[in-house]
């Protein structure tokens, strides 16, 4: 498509209509871009949203009927679910988890941090400090997320009390006394059956898909 000449190059008769051509296809390109920045383009249909309990009820809801009030037209299926529901067969479109996604098949990006705390009912403090505590964790499939380990590892000697994948109701199981938990901050702080057992943090990132 091009003609070399004696001071350099140019378009055979071909590389004209080649290049006319995409012109004409690069303003199209822009024109419909500009169509569409230029409308107000509605959001809607059915989303499906899946997370962990607390976070699905205390941060996610609120967030989300904020959302549908801008955008009336968006349907909203959110699933409480301690399972990793999968992407990429469309058991839901988007995923918030506390641990990274492994694997290629889905886009993910951090969204935010969550601090975690180990706290345990107050008159948990004497069994704790003879050495006698119980903790309250999660079943063996979830066993290796950081939360899990960062528990064992802060009682290594202690019995296992009580186990549920449901961070609800691990606050539940440690308000009863069950032993002590590692548990969102931002769920554990506010509870008045509830102490802190130490200061230092543990920090998770949440992820989206």
């Known amino acids: 498509m091009l003609q070399r000449l004696p001071g350099g190059y140019a378009l055979t008769p071909l590389g004209e209509t080649v290049l006319g051509n995409a012109e004409r296809v690069e303003a199209e390109v822009l024109a419909a ?15 499906r949203l899946t997370t962990v309990d607390t976070l699905a009820a205390r ?5 989300l009927v904020a959302l549908q009030a801008k955008h009336p037209g968006i349907v909203v299926e959110l699933v409480p679910d301690t399972r990793s529901l999968s992407l990429s067969k469309r058991e839901a479109d988007i995923a918030l988890r506390m641990s990274r996604f492994e694997g290629n098949e889905v886009v993910a990006r951090r969204v935010g941090a969550l601090a975690m705390g180990l706290y345990s009912a107050p008159d948990m403090a004497r069994p704790i400090e003879e050495g006698q505590a119980r ?19 802060a009682f290594p000697d202690a019995l296992i009390g009580f186990r549920s994948n449901s961070r609800e109701v691990q606050v539940h199981a440690t308000l009863a006394g069950a032993g002590v938990a590692a548990l ?5 702080d506010g509870e008045p059956g509830l102490i802190r057992l130490y200061p230092t943090d543990l920090t998770l990132f949440e992820t989206s898909g």
């Not at 871009?33 to 989303?47: H, N, P, S, Y």
């Not at 941060?59 to 967030?63: D, L, R, Y």
């Not at 969102?184 to 554990?188: N, S, T």
């Open 184 to 188: 969102a901050r931002y769920r554990a």
């Open 59 to 63: 941060i996610v809801t609120p967030a």
């Open 135 to 153: 903790l309250v964790t999660v079943l063996d499939d979830q066993a290796h997320l950081p939360e899990a380990k960062w528990l064992r590892d």
């Open 33 to 47: 871009e500009r169509t569409i920045t230029g409308k107000d383009v509605a959001l809607e249909g059915l989303v």
